[in-house]
Protein backbone atom coordinates (compact mmCIF):
# COMPACT_ATOMS: atom_id res chain seq x y z
CA UNK A 1 0.00 0.00 0.00
CA UNK A 2 1.15 3.68 -1.25
CA UNK A 3 0.44 6.82 0.26
CA UNK A 4 1.92 10.75 -0.36
CA UNK A 5 2.94 12.84 2.49
CA UNK A 6 2.49 16.53 1.85
CA UNK A 7 3.68 18.89 3.88
CA UNK A 8 1.87 21.59 2.62
CA UNK A 9 -1.18 20.65 5.00
CA UNK A 10 -1.77 22.29 8.43
CA UNK A 11 0.09 21.59 11.15
CA UNK A 12 -0.72 21.07 15.20
CA UNK A 13 1.42 24.98 15.85
CA UNK A 14 2.23 23.46 18.94
CA UNK A 15 4.08 20.90 18.06
CA UNK A 16 7.83 22.42 16.23
CA UNK A 17 7.97 19.08 14.69
CA UNK A 18 7.41 18.90 11.07
CA UNK A 19 3.93 17.22 10.02
CA UNK A 20 4.09 15.61 7.24
CA UNK A 21 -0.06 14.82 6.20
CA UNK A 22 -1.70 12.50 3.81
CA UNK A 23 -4.33 9.80 2.90
CA UNK A 24 -3.89 6.46 1.74
CA UNK A 25 -6.64 4.47 -0.35
CA UNK A 26 -7.25 2.38 3.84
CA UNK A 27 -7.01 5.24 6.34
CA UNK A 28 -5.68 8.64 7.33
CA UNK A 29 -1.80 8.91 8.06
CA UNK A 30 0.28 11.13 9.98
CA UNK A 31 3.98 11.01 9.55
CA UNK A 32 6.04 12.92 12.36
CA UNK A 33 9.62 13.40 11.68
CA UNK A 34 12.00 13.97 14.77
CA UNK A 35 14.86 16.67 14.02
CA UNK A 36 17.44 15.02 15.68
CA UNK A 37 16.88 11.98 13.72
CA UNK A 38 17.01 13.53 10.66
CA UNK A 39 20.17 14.91 11.12
CA UNK A 40 22.12 12.12 12.47
CA UNK A 41 20.21 10.03 8.99
CA UNK A 42 21.56 13.56 6.92
CA UNK A 43 18.28 14.35 6.08
CA UNK A 44 17.57 18.08 4.98
CA UNK A 45 14.13 19.22 6.54
CA UNK A 46 13.40 22.31 5.31
CA UNK A 47 13.84 21.02 1.46
CA UNK A 48 11.57 18.37 2.71
CA UNK A 49 7.85 18.93 0.86
CA UNK A 50 6.30 15.35 0.09
CA UNK A 51 7.30 12.09 1.40
CA UNK A 52 6.47 8.65 -0.42
CA UNK A 53 6.12 5.71 1.83
CA UNK A 54 5.12 2.15 0.77
CA UNK A 55 3.28 0.25 3.86
CA UNK A 56 3.76 -3.62 3.30
CA UNK A 57 1.27 -5.89 5.82
CA UNK A 58 1.79 -9.50 6.44
CA UNK A 59 -1.20 -11.29 7.65
CA UNK A 60 -0.42 -15.11 9.66
CA UNK A 61 -3.30 -17.19 9.84
CA UNK A 62 -2.64 -19.97 12.38
CA UNK A 63 -3.79 -23.38 11.64
CA UNK A 64 -7.06 -23.99 13.20
CA UNK A 65 -6.76 -26.10 16.29
CA UNK A 66 -7.93 -29.81 15.79
CA UNK A 67 -8.76 -31.41 18.82
CA UNK A 68 -9.17 -35.34 19.21
CA UNK A 69 -12.94 -37.15 18.68
CA UNK A 70 -13.48 -38.50 22.05
CA UNK A 71 -14.15 -42.23 21.80
CA UNK A 72 -17.64 -43.48 22.67
CA UNK A 73 -18.13 -44.43 25.89
CA UNK A 74 -19.40 -47.67 27.41
CA UNK A 75 -22.70 -47.62 28.89
CA UNK A 76 -23.43 -51.09 29.92
CA UNK A 77 -26.80 -50.94 31.57
CA UNK A 78 -30.40 -53.02 31.64
CA UNK A 79 -32.74 -50.20 29.54
CA UNK A 80 -35.66 -52.68 29.37
CA UNK A 81 -35.61 -54.33 32.73
CA UNK A 82 -35.30 -57.82 31.52
CA UNK A 83 -32.73 -58.36 34.08
CA UNK A 84 -29.83 -58.46 32.02
CA UNK A 85 -27.71 -55.21 30.96
CA UNK A 86 -27.76 -54.27 27.85
CA UNK A 87 -24.61 -53.44 25.56
CA UNK A 88 -24.49 -49.22 24.82
CA UNK A 89 -22.49 -46.56 24.12
CA UNK A 90 -22.59 -42.71 24.63
CA UNK A 91 -21.30 -40.34 21.92
CA UNK A 92 -20.29 -37.09 23.34
CA UNK A 93 -19.57 -35.41 19.98
CA UNK A 94 -23.77 -36.05 19.18
CA UNK A 95 -24.78 -36.35 22.97
CA UNK A 96 -26.28 -39.32 21.41
CA UNK A 97 -26.99 -43.32 22.45
CA UNK A 98 -26.38 -46.50 20.95
CA UNK A 99 -28.61 -49.44 22.28
CA UNK A 100 -28.17 -52.70 21.55
CA UNK A 101 -30.98 -54.78 23.21
CA UNK A 102 -29.42 -58.44 24.74
CA UNK A 103 -33.12 -59.26 23.69
CA UNK A 104 -31.85 -59.23 20.44
CA UNK A 105 -34.39 -56.74 19.20
CA UNK A 106 -32.96 -53.86 16.44
CA UNK A 107 -30.67 -51.45 18.15
CA UNK A 108 -31.60 -47.79 18.56
CA UNK A 109 -30.22 -44.45 18.80
CA UNK A 110 -31.12 -41.99 21.13
CA UNK A 111 -30.23 -38.33 21.56
CA UNK A 112 -29.48 -37.52 24.88
CA UNK A 113 -26.73 -35.28 27.02
CA UNK A 114 -24.33 -32.63 24.93
CA UNK A 115 -20.58 -32.58 24.88
CA UNK A 116 -18.73 -32.36 28.33
CA UNK A 117 -21.62 -33.95 29.92
CA UNK A 118 -21.10 -37.51 32.04
CA UNK A 119 -23.07 -40.37 30.94
CA UNK A 120 -24.67 -42.25 34.62
CA UNK A 121 -27.24 -44.07 33.24
CA UNK A 122 -29.03 -45.97 36.38
CA UNK A 123 -32.37 -47.03 37.90
CA UNK A 124 -33.17 -43.25 39.52
CA UNK A 125 -37.17 -44.24 39.85
CA UNK A 126 -37.28 -47.31 40.43
CA UNK A 127 -39.05 -48.70 37.88
CA UNK A 128 -36.58 -52.07 37.24
CA UNK A 129 -35.19 -49.90 34.33
CA UNK A 130 -32.02 -47.54 33.92
CA UNK A 131 -32.45 -44.23 32.58
CA UNK A 132 -30.72 -42.26 30.28
CA UNK A 133 -28.78 -39.44 32.52
CA UNK A 134 -26.05 -37.06 32.21
CA UNK A 135 -24.42 -35.24 34.69
CA UNK A 136 -23.48 -31.65 33.84
CA UNK A 137 -20.35 -30.47 35.64
CA UNK A 138 -20.66 -26.87 34.77
CA UNK A 139 -24.11 -26.78 36.95
CA UNK A 140 -23.85 -29.94 38.75
CA UNK A 141 -27.45 -31.00 37.89
CA UNK A 142 -28.35 -34.90 36.60
CA UNK A 143 -30.69 -34.88 33.60
CA UNK A 144 -32.83 -37.90 33.38
CA UNK A 145 -35.22 -39.46 30.35
CA UNK A 146 -36.62 -43.02 29.77
CA UNK A 147 -35.11 -45.08 27.06
CA UNK A 148 -38.65 -46.08 26.01
CA UNK A 149 -39.54 -42.27 25.63
CA UNK A 150 -40.95 -41.55 28.73
CA UNK A 151 -41.26 -37.99 30.34
CA UNK A 152 -37.70 -36.36 31.21
CA UNK A 153 -36.12 -34.56 35.00
CA UNK A 154 -33.55 -32.21 36.43
CA UNK A 155 -32.39 -33.32 39.68
CA UNK A 156 -30.66 -31.11 41.55
CA UNK A 157 -29.07 -33.11 43.76
CA UNK A 158 -25.32 -32.32 43.46
CA UNK A 159 -25.74 -28.55 43.47
CA UNK A 160 -24.19 -26.57 46.13
CA UNK A 161 -27.10 -25.37 47.74
CA UNK A 162 -29.02 -28.30 48.10
CA UNK A 163 -29.96 -29.97 51.35
CA UNK A 164 -30.21 -33.65 51.15
CA UNK A 165 -32.82 -35.12 52.41
CA UNK A 166 -33.85 -38.84 53.40
CA UNK A 167 -35.98 -39.69 50.96
CA UNK A 168 -33.33 -38.92 48.58
CA UNK A 169 -30.39 -40.59 50.23
CA UNK A 170 -30.80 -44.13 48.21
CA UNK A 171 -30.99 -42.20 44.78
CA UNK A 172 -27.69 -40.09 45.29
CA UNK A 173 -26.07 -42.89 46.65
CA UNK A 174 -26.66 -44.56 43.20
CA UNK A 175 -25.19 -41.63 41.43
CA UNK A 176 -22.01 -41.63 43.65
CA UNK A 177 -21.77 -45.47 42.63
CA UNK A 178 -22.15 -45.35 39.37
CA UNK A 179 -19.77 -42.38 39.22
CA UNK A 180 -17.15 -44.65 40.63
CA UNK A 181 -18.41 -47.45 38.44
CA UNK A 182 -17.70 -45.21 35.47
CA UNK A 183 -14.28 -44.19 36.38
CA UNK A 184 -13.26 -47.87 36.88
CA UNK A 185 -14.81 -48.28 33.38
CA UNK A 186 -12.51 -45.53 32.05
CA UNK A 187 -8.89 -46.30 33.66
CA UNK A 188 -9.80 -50.31 32.62
CA UNK A 189 -9.45 -48.66 28.95
CA UNK A 190 -6.56 -46.91 29.44
CA UNK A 191 -8.42 -43.59 29.43
CA UNK A 192 -7.20 -42.14 32.96
CA UNK A 193 -7.75 -38.66 32.35
CA UNK A 194 -10.93 -38.97 32.22
CA UNK A 195 -11.43 -41.07 34.88
CA UNK A 196 -9.83 -38.72 37.34
CA UNK A 197 -12.79 -36.11 36.30
CA UNK A 198 -15.29 -38.58 37.37
CA UNK A 199 -14.02 -39.56 39.96
CA UNK A 200 -13.37 -36.47 41.53
CA UNK A 201 -17.30 -36.75 40.87
CA UNK A 202 -17.75 -39.25 42.93
CA UNK A 203 -15.60 -38.38 45.79
CA UNK A 204 -17.62 -34.91 45.80
CA UNK A 205 -21.23 -36.52 45.63
CA UNK A 206 -19.91 -38.65 48.97
CA UNK A 207 -18.67 -35.75 50.96
CA UNK A 208 -22.44 -34.56 50.39
CA UNK A 209 -23.81 -37.72 51.63
CA UNK A 210 -21.57 -37.54 54.35
CA UNK A 211 -22.96 -34.84 55.71
CA UNK A 212 -26.26 -36.22 56.43
CA UNK A 213 -25.16 -39.74 56.40
CA UNK A 214 -22.10 -41.21 58.83
CA UNK A 215 -21.60 -44.45 56.42
CA UNK A 216 -20.97 -42.36 53.62
CA UNK A 217 -17.54 -41.44 55.25
CA UNK A 218 -15.57 -45.16 54.70
CA UNK A 219 -17.42 -44.59 51.05
CA UNK A 220 -15.22 -41.01 51.11
CA UNK A 221 -12.00 -42.71 52.11
CA UNK A 222 -12.05 -45.82 49.65
CA UNK A 223 -12.78 -43.30 46.66
CA UNK A 224 -10.06 -40.93 47.39
CA UNK A 225 -7.57 -43.84 48.04
CA UNK A 226 -8.82 -45.05 44.37
CA UNK A 227 -8.67 -40.88 43.04
CA UNK A 228 -5.16 -41.09 44.26
CA UNK A 229 -4.28 -44.09 42.32
CA UNK A 230 -5.59 -42.68 38.89
CA UNK A 231 -4.06 -39.04 39.81
CA UNK A 232 -0.48 -41.12 39.60
CA UNK A 233 -1.44 -42.26 36.21
CA UNK A 234 -1.76 -39.52 34.47
CA UNK A 235 1.39 -37.88 36.25
CA UNK A 236 -0.02 -35.79 39.38
CA UNK A 237 2.23 -37.51 41.84
CA UNK A 238 1.81 -34.79 44.09
CA UNK A 239 -1.67 -34.27 44.15
CA UNK A 240 -2.32 -37.85 44.60
CA UNK A 241 0.22 -38.05 47.72
CA UNK A 242 -1.89 -35.43 49.05
CA UNK A 243 -5.42 -37.14 48.09
CA UNK A 244 -4.15 -40.38 49.52
CA UNK A 245 -3.23 -38.89 52.63
CA UNK A 246 -6.95 -37.81 53.40
CA UNK A 247 -7.97 -41.28 52.15
CA UNK A 248 -5.48 -42.37 55.25
CA UNK A 249 -7.15 -39.79 57.65
CA UNK A 250 -10.62 -40.50 56.51
CA UNK A 251 -10.06 -43.90 57.09
CA UNK A 252 -8.69 -42.79 60.89
CA UNK A 253 -11.24 -41.08 61.45
CA UNK A 254 -13.47 -43.54 61.41
CA UNK A 255 -11.49 -46.49 63.37
CA UNK A 256 -11.40 -48.35 60.58
CA UNK A 257 -8.27 -50.22 60.81
CA UNK A 258 -7.98 -52.87 58.79
CA UNK A 259 -8.49 -50.17 55.84
CA UNK A 260 -5.81 -47.94 57.07
CA UNK A 261 -3.11 -50.55 56.47
CA UNK A 262 -4.69 -50.93 53.16
CA UNK A 263 -4.75 -47.14 52.22
CA UNK A 264 -1.29 -46.85 53.89
CA UNK A 265 0.04 -49.33 50.95
CA UNK A 266 -1.35 -47.34 48.17
CA UNK A 267 0.18 -44.20 49.98
CA UNK A 268 3.98 -46.08 49.77
CA UNK A 269 2.96 -46.40 46.44
CA UNK A 270 2.04 -43.22 45.81
CA UNK A 271 5.22 -42.15 47.11
CA UNK A 272 7.20 -44.68 45.24
CA UNK A 273 5.65 -43.65 42.27
CA UNK A 274 6.66 -39.85 42.50
CA UNK A 275 10.50 -40.48 43.61
CA UNK A 276 10.78 -42.99 40.45
CA UNK A 277 9.54 -40.32 38.33
CA UNK A 278 11.64 -37.47 39.65
CA UNK A 279 14.96 -39.61 39.79
CA UNK A 280 17.63 -38.64 37.09
CA UNK A 281 17.61 -42.12 34.23
CA UNK A 282 21.40 -43.58 33.92
CA UNK A 283 22.27 -45.34 31.51
CA UNK A 284 22.96 -49.02 33.05
CA UNK A 285 25.21 -52.09 31.58
CA UNK A 286 28.75 -52.64 31.14
CA UNK A 287 30.90 -51.82 27.91
CA UNK A 288 32.17 -54.40 26.18
CA UNK A 289 34.67 -54.61 24.85
CA UNK A 290 36.08 -51.61 27.15
CA UNK A 291 37.18 -49.50 24.48
CA UNK A 292 35.66 -48.97 21.02
CA UNK A 293 32.57 -47.28 20.30
CA UNK A 294 29.28 -46.96 21.75
CA UNK A 295 26.92 -48.37 21.84
CA UNK A 296 28.83 -51.96 21.94
CA UNK A 297 28.41 -54.59 19.85
CA UNK A 298 26.34 -57.78 21.32
CA UNK A 299 28.77 -59.73 24.24
CA UNK A 300 28.79 -63.42 23.98
CA UNK A 301 26.85 -65.26 26.43
CA UNK A 302 28.43 -65.77 29.63
CA UNK A 303 28.76 -69.95 29.41
CA UNK A 304 30.10 -69.11 25.77
CA UNK A 305 32.77 -67.33 27.03
CA UNK A 306 33.38 -69.43 30.28
CA UNK A 307 33.83 -72.10 27.70
CA UNK A 308 36.60 -70.54 25.83
CA UNK A 309 38.53 -69.27 28.74
CA UNK A 310 38.66 -72.29 30.10
CA UNK A 311 39.89 -73.92 26.68
CA UNK A 312 42.42 -71.61 26.22
CA UNK A 313 43.41 -71.87 30.29
CA UNK A 314 43.48 -75.64 29.90
CA UNK A 315 45.84 -75.51 26.54
CA UNK A 316 48.29 -72.82 28.26
CA UNK A 317 48.28 -75.09 31.29
CA UNK A 318 49.52 -78.18 29.39
CA UNK A 319 51.82 -76.56 26.61
CA UNK A 320 53.59 -74.72 29.63
CA UNK A 321 53.66 -78.10 31.86
CA UNK A 322 55.45 -80.45 28.36
CA UNK A 323 57.79 -77.41 28.68
CA UNK A 324 59.27 -77.64 31.81
CA UNK A 325 62.57 -80.36 32.23
Request: hydrophobic share 35%.
Amino acid sequence: MEATFDRSDPTDPADPRPSYWGRSPATTWTVTVEPTSAREGGLKLDRLSALQLTIWYWYFTAPAATAQPVAPMPVRADYDGDGVADEATWSSAEGSWQIRPSSGAAPRSLPWGRPGDIPVPADYDGDGKAELAVFRPDNHKLYTTRADGGPAAVHYWRTADYVPRPADLARMNLLANTFRQRAAVLTNAGRHAEAVEVQFQARDAYLQLATVSAPARRDVAQTLVILGMYLSRVGRHDEAITIGQEGVAEYRAIGDEEHVAWALGNLAARFYEAAARRRPRRRSGVRWPPTGSWPPPTPPSRRRWRRRWCSWGCISSTRAAMRRP
